[in-house]
């Protein structure tokens, strides 16, 4: 069983960058493919990115796409999200999740699909 701490969250200005990191705990970490989801005051958890388990494929939601960037160090059990270019619609909570099953190459986007998810962490862009 995989368990899930996100952390780097934090205010920054219309424009700047952060680098979300979510550390894993369990030896089956790099058999998952890992995902990022976010929630924004008032509005449901979506889709951003996720990686297959040896980070061979990636697939991002297309308000991200070309400034986020998801990435994963086994070796570290983590997963990273690189967000540049960020906008004040980028603000919401940020969750990692993992898979519910392993070794899987196809890449998901559906919030079922995640069976282990983070606490999440705030990211709050001003305008």
């Known amino acids: 069983q995989v368990q899930l701490v996100e952390s780097g969250g934090g205010l920054v200005q219309a424009g700047g960058s952060l680098r979300l990191s979510c550390a894993a705990s369990?030896?089956?970490?790099?058999?998952?493919?890992m995902g990022w989801f976010r929630q924004a005051p008032g509005k449901e958890r979506e889709f951003a990115a996720t990686?297959?388990?040896?980070?061979?494929?990636?697939l991002y939601a297309d308000s991200v796409k070309g400034r986020f960037t998801i990435s994963r160090d086994n070796a570290k059990n983590t997963v990273y999200l690189q967000m540049n270019g960020l906008k004040p619609e980028d603000t919401g909570v940020y969750y990692c999740?993992?898979?519910?099953?392993?070794?899987?190459?196809?890449?998901?986007?559906?919030?079922?699909?995640?069976?282990?998810w983070g606490q999440g962490t705030q990211v709050t862009v001003s305008s």
């Open positions: 990686i297959a388990w040896n980070g061979g494929r990636t």
């Open positions: 369990g030896r089956a970490f790099s058999m998952y493919g």
């Open positions: 999740a993992a898979l519910r099953f392993t070794s899987s190459t196809r890449l998901y986007t559906g919030i079922d699909d995640y069976g282990t």
